[in-house]
T-cell receptor
Framework: SAVISQKPSRDICQRGTSLTIQCQVD?????MFWYRQQPGQSLTLIAT?????????ESGFVIDKFPISRPNLTFSTLTVSNMSPEDSSIYLC???????????FGSGTRLTVV | GIQVEQSPPDLILQEGANSTLRCNFS?????LQWFHQNPWGQLINLFY???GTKQNGRLSATTVATERYSLLYISSSQTTDSGVYFC??????????FGSGTKLNVKP
């Protein structure tokens, strides 16, 4: 299966600032996905990132707040902009592994906004 | 979107006990995975099982796609099995829908 390296693993940020999360995949993947997991909740899809086109955002998520880049088939970034304490969550990236292996996930970024 | 329901929401076991976790989904899928989220938040892929039965050590899973459910079996549970178990489903590797999870606590 594909291996996804995600960083940072955790961060504590001041409100009003922005944080960029990076995901590097060890093989090419067509689609990458970004999820948010609020405390005690399940995972919610933020957006789908395709190389060479704008990301597709789910209802309730907007590009100004969560800009995404996908410069090639092995890398993507998610920026959490103008953060507030409500953005405190775990953020995870995901990509399709081998055709028979399903999705694989990065190790997550635990974000705390103070 | 596809609705995914997991049961039970919480489960407390004594070490060595067996358990069955269930995942029901509302539509046809050709991708189903079970994940274990450890206390550090890392999501570990347990099974990719859109249909049929698989086994990996003390864990096994069965998906009956025509009846829209999947089961995860944990035998001889250990304290390291504690955490949250998620079922997630999708179609053609597009959007992936997660259930609300089963929180498992295995006591020594």
């Amino acid at each position: 299966s594909a291996v996804i390296s995600q960083k940072p693993s955790r961060d504590i940020c001041q409100r009003g600032t922005s944080l960029t999360i990076q995901c590097q995949v060890d093989s090419q993947v067509t689609m990458m996905f970004w999820y948010r997991q609020q405390p005690g909740q399940s995972l919610t899809l933020i957006a789908t990132a395709n190389q060479g086109s704008e990301a597709t955002y789910e209802s309730g998520f907007v590009i100004d707040k969560f800009p995404i880049s996908r410069p090639n088939l092995t890398f993507s970034t998610l920026t959490v902009s103008n953060m507030s304490p409500e953005d405190s969550s775990i953020y995870l990236c995901s990509g399709q592994g081998q055709a028979s292996g399903g999705y694989t996930f990065g190790s997550g970024t635990r974000l705390t906004v103070v | 979107g596809i609705q995914v329901e997991q049961s039970p929401p919480d489960l407390i076991l004594q070490e060595g006990a067996n358990s069955t976790l269930r995942c029901n989904f509302s539509d046809s899928v050709n991708n189903l995975q079970w994940f274990h989220q450890n206390p550090w938040g890392q999501l570990i892929n347990l099974f990719y099982i859109p249909s049929g039965t698989k086994q990996n050590g003390r864990l096994s899973a069965t998906t009956v796609a025509t009846e829209r459910y999947s089961l995860l079996y944990i035998s001889s549970s250990q304290t390291t099995d504690s955490g949250v178990y998620f079922c997630a489903v999708g179609y053609n590797f597009n959007k992936f829908y997660f259930g609300s999870g089963t929180k498992l606590n295995v006591k020594p």
